[in-house]
């Protein structure tokens, strides 16, 4: 069974920085058995679920929602099985509950209903 656990959630204030990570176990973090897809989403009190970043397992590429372009990167340490997430220049409106999810096939998406596996979730608080 995958679990993926999230670390790194906090308190900053605006502008101020912070790095999520996400370690996966339960399964082999190896090209045959590597999760196509994990991304990074996000969830604010009254709000729906969105996605943040993505990136594929294989080709390293990258995709992100609009308003975390140049301040949020994602990345994959496959040898770690962690998947991380540094956000950079925060505002108050990133404040969310962030979740890692995994999805086995493709297309990579920021849509969060393909994602198979779930973390429980990082607490990130944003102060103005």
């Known amino acids: 069974q995958v679990q993926l656990v999230e670390s790194g959630g906090g308190s900053v204030q605006a502008g101020g920085s912070l790095r999520l990570s996400c370690t996966a176990s339960?399964?082999?973090?190896?090209?045959?058995?590597?999760?196509?897809?994990m991304g990074w989403f996000r969830q604010a009190p009254g709000k729906e679920r969105e996605g943040v970043a993505t990136?594929?397992?294989?080709?390293?590429?990258?995709y992100y929602a609009d308003f975390v372009k140049g301040r949020f990167t994602i990345s994959q340490d496959n040898a770690k099985k962690t998947l991380y997430l540094q956000m950079n220049s925060l505002e108050p409106e990133d404040a969310a509950v962030y979740y890692c999810?995994?999805?086995?096939?493709?297309?990579?998406?920021?849509?969060?209903?393909?994602?198979?596996?779930w973390g429980q979730g990082a607490q990130v608080t944003v102060s103005s």
């Open positions: 999810a995994a999805d086995r096939t493709p297309p990579c998406t920021l849509i969060p209903a393909p994602y198979d596996y």
């Open positions: 339960g399964y082999t973090y190896d090209r045959d058995g590597l999760n196509y897809c």
């Open positions: 990136i594929e397992a294989y080709t390293r590429n990258t």
